[in-house]
């Protein structure tokens, strides 16, 4: 089996393909915006219909718990009815998923910060046992387990870059750390994932 495409190396864009159209105002995302000027309460229903399952899928990549998942991306929402005057002309569905990925790394820290340690249990152990045939969605178990395996700053890493899309300058600025820490993380996390997935990425 060839190498997956997430364990390749990739070249770096100066933006993320999300954050590219930011301030883009296409007929969906105007949408929003004229929902939100004629009426609030439409809006925030109409944004939460559209971006609510995208942000639960975001904040669990981090947490790995539905329930929390689900409770954090209900928090992102109220935020953003927060704030409902003060959106300007931002792309939504970026604004959602930036805001989700805020929200989960600040769950994170808030565990630091009450002393419980957050790792990660591997995702095979919540997966229904299988046997080995090689095929598409074992390999793809097989990769969410390594990634889950990760140590903490290098799974955060992986997961903004190769899921979040956001370019090593943008996950250095949303984690406040240095663009060469990235790289090195990234490095970090290749080479350990290709050393778990060797069974799986020959061909």
């Not at 109220?78 to 704030?83: L, T």
């Not at 406040?176 to 820490?181: G, L």
């Amino acid at each position: 089996m060839k190498e997956s495409g997430i364990l390749s190396p990739q070249p770096q864009p100066a933006t993320s393909k999300a954050n590219e159209y930011l301030y883009d105002m296409s007929p969906s995302n105007e949408h929003f915006h004229a929902l939100l000027r004629k009426d609030e309460s439409q809006f925030m229903a109409a944004l939460f219909k559209e971006f609510f399952p995208l942000a639960c899928k975001t904040i669990y990549r981090f947490v790995q718990d539905m329930p929390m998942a689900e409770d954090l991306a209900q928090d992102v929402f109220i935020k953003i009815w927060n704030r409902r005057h003060s959106l300007g002309d931002v792309f939504f569905k970026a604004y959602v998923q930036k805001a989700a990925i805020n929200m989960a790394l600040d769950h994170i820290d808030k565990k630091k910060r009450q002393g419980a340690h957050t790792e990660l249990s591997p995702l095979e152990e919540q997966l229904p046992a299988a046997p080995i045939s090689g095929n598409l969605r074992e390999t793809s178990a097989q990769i969410e387990a390594a990634i889950g395996q990760l140590p903490e700053k290098c799974r955060e890493i992986f997961i903004l870059s190769r899921y979040e899309e956001l370019s090593y300058k943008e996950i250095a600025s949303t984690l406040n750390i240095s663009v060469k820490t990235v790289e090195n993380q990234m490095i970090t996390a290749l080479k350990k994932l290709r050393v778990s997935l060797k069974d799986y990425l020959t061909s």
